[in-house]
């Protein structure tokens, strides 16, 4: 499964799943995420080699999902904008829900990557991986992460209180999921409304 995005520049942004050559880019924009420091519970930056690729290699074992975000006329690293993960539940008996993670490097949000990137991890997940319902968290206060998700038609299912203690202050953790069947059937209704 591949995607083009053409940015309002004319930048030409791909979205692929992940490859092996990936991997370094995609860690570069997590440990940038984590130095901003408000938007994951992760205090410490991943830099061995070999926790980057065990994480490949665990997506890989476990046929987990990850599509990668790609500005194709950059070299490794810094072709890679984005990533989206769907991967599997440590349950044995909720293999159908796929637990979503995302991250889109900081000069390129609010252009639309990161609703791509989820339409076509949510698209793969059921067709590769028979998902049937994605869950995924965010900080209460990720106004932008939040509005994304709903806009795409997640459902708020839950606030945890004071899940996460960062520099003396505590944050809540706010739940949601989408059923994917839903999540397609208002997709239809959207294309739907366009051609009217
Ligand atoms: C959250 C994230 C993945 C979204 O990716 P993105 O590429 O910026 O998303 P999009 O451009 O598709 O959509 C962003 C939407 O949020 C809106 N937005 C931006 N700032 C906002 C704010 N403060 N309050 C409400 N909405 C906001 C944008 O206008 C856009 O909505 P629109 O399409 O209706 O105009 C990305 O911003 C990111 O990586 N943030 C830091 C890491 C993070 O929060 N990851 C998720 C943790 S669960």
């Keep these: 499964m591949k995607k083009v995005l053409e ?10 799943h992940i490859k092996k050559s990936d991997v370094e880019g995609v860690w570069d924009n997590f440990n940038e995420v984590i130095e901003e420091g408000i938007y ?19 997506i890989k074992k476990e046929n987990e999902i990850c599509f990668i975000a790609e500005l194709p006329e950059r070299n490794p690293p810094y072709n890679i904008i984005g990533h989206c993960e769907i991967s599997n539940s440590e349950w044995d008996a909720a293999s159908h829900v796929g637990l979503l993670g995302i991250i889109v490097k900081r000069k390129y949000r609010d252009l639309g990557i990161g ?3 989820i339409d076509i991890a949510i698209k793969a997940s059921k067709h590769l991986n028979h998902k049937e ?40 953790e706010t739940l949601m999921e989408i059923w994917i069947d839903d999540y397609l059937k208002n997709k239809e209704i959207e294309i739907f409304l366009m051609d009217i």
Excluded: M
Aim: hydrophobic residues 35%.
């Design 7 to 16: 940015l309002k520049n004319r930048e030409k942004i791909i979205f692929r």
């Design 40 to 58: 994951i519970p992760v205090f410490y930056p991943v830099r061995t080699q070999l926790e980057k690729e065990s994480w490949y290699h665990n």
């Design 115 to 117: 609703r791509n990137l």
């Design 133 to 172: 319902k994605i869950i995924l968290s965010c900080f209460s206060n990720n106004e932008r992460a939040k509005h994304l998700y709903k806009k795409l038609g997640f459902r708020i299912i839950g606030i945890r209180k004071n899940q996460f203690y960062i520099d003396s202050n505590y944050y809540d």
